[in-house]
């Protein structure tokens, strides 16, 4: 279900917020290796510009991850996002070499390890499940898909019986009869959101269903009608 699987990818926010982070992180490095490094005198707008270039290729590898794999999408953004920075650097009258091969060199080296560090701790998992929202989403969606789907949904609630089991096994034991109520309220409260989401999500797909049974008919005799013939 779309909104469930949203809701599990959860790592892809993560992914995103720490690629864009350490685009920011680099980018002030570069900007010290700049002025310290290359002695290079820049206007108000010289660290702004290598800062905020940084910081959208460090968020364009965390939205692209997935597409591809890492080095490639590192090397490919990191050179995209070089570019304009060599190009600002002929533009104040620096020599392209070392200049401008610098600036290539350190976005093509960010790119890199930025995807490289993103995709090793929140690795893209979700290959699978996207391609099945996907056929869902084109009305390609096969029976064998919708058997796993009820297959792990009844894994989960299987383990979470479990888990409520082993907690009221656990308070007869203690004698105590709060023990492990946050955890059996977050079972139980999780569950039934799930549910929840699950019923919206079945309402909304049975409303576009039925807006689109109701409009395709129309618009095909709308385009058979004759056309009125003028006087």
């Given at each position: 279900m779309p909104i469930l699987e949203s809701k599990a990818d959860r790592s892809a926010i993560r992914r995103i917020l720490l690629a864009t982070g350490l685009g920011a992180i680099f980018g002030?490095?570069?900007?010290?290796?700049?002025?310290?490094?290359?002695?290079?005198?820049?206007?108000w707008y010289g660290p702004v510009w290598i800062l905020l270039s940084h910081v959208c290729l460090g968020f364009s590898v965390g939205v692209t991850a997935g597409s591809t794999c890492w080095w490639k999408r590192g090397f490919v953004l990191g050179l995209v996002f070089s570019i304009p920075s060599a190009l600002g650097a002929l533009a104040l009258g620096l020599r392209w070499a070392p200049y401008g091969v610098a600036a290539i060199t350190v976005g093509l080296v960010v790119g890199l390890l930025i995807a490289l560090i993103a995709d090793a701790l929140f690795p893209r998992t979700r290959a699978s499940t996207d391609q099945h929202s996907r056929g869902r989403l084109l009305g390609t969606g096969s029976a064998k898909s919708e058997k796993c789907s009820a297959k792990t949904i009844w894994q989960r609630l299987a383990e979470g019986k479990a888990c409520l089991e082993h907690l009221d096994a656990e308070r007869a034991c203690r004698g105590d009869s709060g023990f492990g109520k946050?955890?059996?309220?977050?079972?139980?409260?999780?569950?039934?959101?799930?549910?929840?989401?699950?019923?919206?999500?079945?309402?909304?797909?049975?409303?576009?269903?039925?807006?689109?049974?109701?409009?395709?008919p129309r618009s095909r005799m709308s385009n058979n009608s004759p056309k009125s013939s003028s006087p």
């Amino acid at each position: 279900m779309p909104i469930l699987e949203s809701k599990a990818d959860r790592s892809a926010i993560r992914r995103i917020l720490l690629a864009t982070g350490l685009g920011a992180i680099f980018g002030f490095q570069s900007w010290r290796l700049a002025k310290y490094g290359f002695a290079v005198s820049f206007p108000w707008y010289g660290p702004v510009w290598i800062l905020l270039s940084h910081v959208c290729l460090g968020f364009s590898v965390g939205v692209t991850a997935g597409s591809t794999c890492w080095w490639k999408r590192g090397f490919v953004l990191g050179l995209v996002f070089s570019i304009p920075s060599a190009l600002g650097a002929l533009a104040l009258g620096l020599r392209w070499a070392p200049y401008g091969v610098a600036a290539i060199t350190v976005g093509l080296v960010v790119g890199l390890l930025i995807a490289l560090i993103a995709d090793a701790l929140f690795p893209r998992t979700r290959a699978s499940t996207d391609q099945h929202s996907r056929g869902r989403l084109l009305g390609t969606g096969s029976a064998k898909s919708e058997k796993c789907s009820a297959k792990t949904i009844w894994q989960r609630l299987a383990e979470g019986k479990a888990c409520l089991e082993h907690l009221d096994a656990e308070r007869a034991c203690r004698g105590d009869s709060g023990f492990g109520k946050a955890t059996e309220d977050r079972i139980v409260w999780g569950e039934l959101l799930d549910f929840e989401l699950q019923d919206i999500d079945e309402q909304v797909s049975r409303i576009c269903q039925a807006a689109a049974d109701a409009c395709g008919p129309r618009s095909r005799m709308s385009n058979n009608s004759p056309k009125s013939s003028s006087p």
